[in-house]
């Protein structure tokens, strides 16, 4: 067992979100192992009230820092690290002039490699210790990615991208070499060896990934929804809503579905576990089938502002009440780090300020990038697994220790911060990987 003193920030379960926060000026934090060996939170609290219950346990001190949950990733793509900053007219010339050639060239294993190992690095750099990522549809881009979010402990869920038509042919899934199987069955056959090989390997997890339905047909998208019927404990990501061309496409190429959003359901893609990112463009009979099968939107505001998508609709959520949680869609999006992202999404909140009063707080910004956006995954503790995105006792041990004077000017502000509120602003504000002092992974004893 190790026990850290510093301040402590973490969530309340089940308390409303934005007034869920509990701050210990001066806390304890004790980790070790549960009965599977995980390194869990033991006991979390006042300092002078934890100090005697663990007399032999080494203390680490940590003056003047802040130990906060490791931040959770909704949706990112691994391939897209290098096309961040883009500039495109929107959605589909951003794909078609600089994602597409970026993502054919990780059909080569060495590619991947490199960029797994840079990516894995860069999120837990900015204390991201949980991500929801996209591959390619190159084997090669899942395995890599596997390989190296488990030499580095992350937990990590992605999968094979399907994708069986309208982008070029080096990004497609391929047909089996020997002819056996043509590109749409080879999918589906290599996700599921995929899923077989890794989901709950470690600490990682599958997730089935029709890319958008404009890429994808709907022999793929029905073979799509049996492997998520077969296994429901893997994950479902894909896009939807996202940008008004994006949406006339789909319109056109699936007219028997009453909404792009119910496309997934008549496929068997929607229920819980099945994130989708973006979430903009919807009814109110989208959200109600968000809400009535239990998916979850990753709302990814900087990727929405750099794209021109539009912005996501808090109130109309809140209003019909389904899950969401905070993402940073690299490369669409512009950062890696959780503040960026956290800022993003209170000035697309104020967007849509219809009332005073509604703005995001900054209690349920930092939520819905942890404990929220666990919660939107299924990762909150369900079926008597640890949490994670949270630091209550039994959370698995994944934190940050935030250091507020990292920077001359974050030093001044958050010295004059008189609530926590004010002190969670200053630093979603003015914060970013300087912040970040330290990154810890829950290790297995
Ligand atoms: N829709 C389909 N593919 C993508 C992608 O790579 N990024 C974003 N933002 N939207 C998509
Ligand atoms: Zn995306």
Same mark, same amino acid.
């Given at each position: 067992?190790?026990?850290?003193?510093?301040?402590?920030?973490?969530?309340?379960?089940?308390?409303?979100?934005?007034?869920?926060?509990?701050?210990?000026?001066?806390?304890?934090?004790?980790?070790?192992?549960?009965?599977?060996?995980?390194?869990?939170?033991?006991?979390?609290?006042?300092?002078?009230? +934890?100090?005697?219950?663990?007399?032999?346990?080494?203390? =680490?001190?940590?003056?003047?820092?802040?130990?906060?949950?490791?931040?959770?990733?909704?949706?990112?793509?691994?391939?897209?690290?290098?096309?961040?900053?883009?500039?495109?007219?929107?959605?589909?010339?951003?794909?078609?002039?600089?994602?597409?050639? =970026?993502?054919?060239?990780?059909?080569?294993?060495?590619?991947?490699?490199?960029?797994?190992?840079?990516?894995?690095?860069?999120?837990?750099?900015?204390?991201?210790?949980?991500?929801?990522?996209?591959?390619?549809?190159?084997?090669?881009?899942?395995?890599?990615?596997?390989?190296?979010?488990?030499?580095?402990?992350?937990?990590?869920?992605?999968?094979?991208?399907? /994708?069986? %038509?309208?982008?070029?042919?080096?990004?497609?899934?391929?047909?089996?070499?020997?002819?056996?199987?043509?590109?749409?069955?080879?999918?589906?056959?290599?996700?599921?060896?995929?899923?077989?090989?890794?989901?709950?390997?470690?600490?990682?997890?599958?997730?089935?990934?029709?890319?958008?339905?404009?890429?994808?047909?709907?022999?793929?998208?029905?073979?799509?929804?049996?492997?998520?019927?077969?296994?429901?404990?893997?994950?479902?990501?894909?896009?939807?809503?996202?940008? /008004?061309?994006?949406?006339?496409?789909?319109?056109? @190429?699936? *007219?028997?579905?009453?909404?792009? +959003?119910?496309?997934?359901?008549? #496929?068997? @893609?929607? %229920? =819980?576990?099945?994130?989708?990112?973006?979430?903009?463009?919807?009814?109110?009979?989208?959200?109600?089938?968000? %809400?009535?099968?239990?998916?979850?939107?990753?709302?990814?505001?900087?990727?929405? $502002?750099?794209?021109?998508?539009? #912005?996501?609709?808090?109130?109309?959520?809140?209003?019909?009440?389904?899950?969401?949680?905070?993402?940073?869609?690299?490369?669409?999006?512009?950062?890696?780090?959780?503040?960026?992202?956290?800022?993003?999404?209170?000035?697309?909140?104020?967007?849509?300020?219809?009332?005073?009063? $509604?703005?995001?707080?900054?209690?349920? @910004?930092?939520?819905?990038?942890?404990?929220?956006?666990?919660?939107?995954?299924?990762?909150?503790?369900?079926?008597?697994?640890?949490?994670?995105?949270? $630091?209550?006792?039994?959370?698995?041990?994944?934190?940050?220790?935030?250091?507020?004077?990292?920077? *001359?000017?974050?030093? %001044?502000?958050?010295?004059?911060?008189?609530? +926590?509120?004010? @002190?969670?602003?200053?630093?979603?504000?003015?914060?970013?990987?300087? +912040?970040?002092?330290?990154?810890?992974?829950?290790?297995?004893?």
């Amino acid at each position: 067992m190790k026990a850290y003193r510093a301040a402590i920030l973490r969530f309340a379960p089940g308390r409303e979100p934005r007034r869920s926060a509990i701050f210990e000026e001066d806390g304890l934090l004790v980790v070790g192992p549960n009965a599977t060996g995980m390194q869990v939170v033991q006991a979390v609290g006042p300092y002078r009230d +934890l100090k005697d219950t663990f007399p032999s346990v080494a203390i =680490e001190h940590l003056p003047g820092r802040i130990i906060a949950p490791g931040f959770v990733d909704m949706h990112i793509h691994f391939p897209q690290t290098d096309v961040i900053g883009s500039p495109a007219d929107g959605l589909l010339p951003w794909l078609e002039n600089y994602t597409f050639p =970026e993502e054919k060239r990780f059909s080569a294993i060495e590619y991947s490699a490199q960029a797994a190992t840079f990516f894995v690095a860069e999120l837990l750099r900015n204390g991201v210790t949980t991500a929801l990522a996209f591959a390619t549809s190159h084997r090669e881009s899942v395995d890599a990615l596997f390989t190296e979010a488990q030499t580095q402990r992350m937990r990590l869920i992605t999968g094979l991208c399907l /994708m069986d %038509r309208n982008a070029p042919a080096d990004v497609l899934n391929r047909a089996a070499p020997d002819g056996s199987s043509d590109a749409t069955e080879q999918s589906l056959i290599d996700s599921e060896d995929l899923l077989r090989k890794w989901h709950g390997t470690g600490r990682l997890g599958y997730a089935i990934t029709p890319r958008f339905a404009p890429s994808c047909s709907d022999a793929q998208l029905r073979g799509a929804g049996e492997l998520a019927a077969r296994y429901p404990e893997a994950w479902i990501q894909s896009h939807v809503a996202e940008n /008004m061309d994006e949406i006339a496409w789909a319109r056109q @190429l699936f *007219p028997a579905s009453r909404s792009y +959003l119910a496309t997934y359901d008549d #496929f068997g @893609l929607m %229920r =819980e576990r099945a994130i989708y990112a973006h979430c903009i463009h919807f009814d109110d009979d989208d959200r109600a089938l968000m %809400r009535a099968t239990g998916a979850a939107a990753a709302v990814s505001p900087t990727s929405n $502002l750099f794209l021109g998508s539009g #912005f996501f609709d808090y109130a109309g959520a809140d209003r019909v009440g389904f899950h969401y949680g905070l993402a940073s869609d690299v490369g669409g999006g512009t950062s890696f780090s959780p503040f960026h992202t956290m800022l993003a999404a209170y000035y697309v909140g104020r967007e849509g300020q219809t009332k005073p009063g $509604l703005s995001l707080s900054p209690q349920h @910004l930092w939520w819905q990038h942890t404990a929220g956006a666990a919660q939107a995954l299924g990762l909150d503790g369900q079926n008597g697994r640890p949490a994670v995105g949270n $630091l209550q006792p039994g959370c698995e041990a994944d934190f940050v220790v935030l250091n507020p004077q990292a920077t *001359p000017l974050l030093a %001044r502000r958050t010295a004059r911060a008189n609530s +926590l509120d004010e @002190l969670l602003f200053a630093m979603i504000v003015l914060g970013d990987d300087r +912040l970040i002092e330290k990154t810890v992974i829950s290790q297995a004893f």
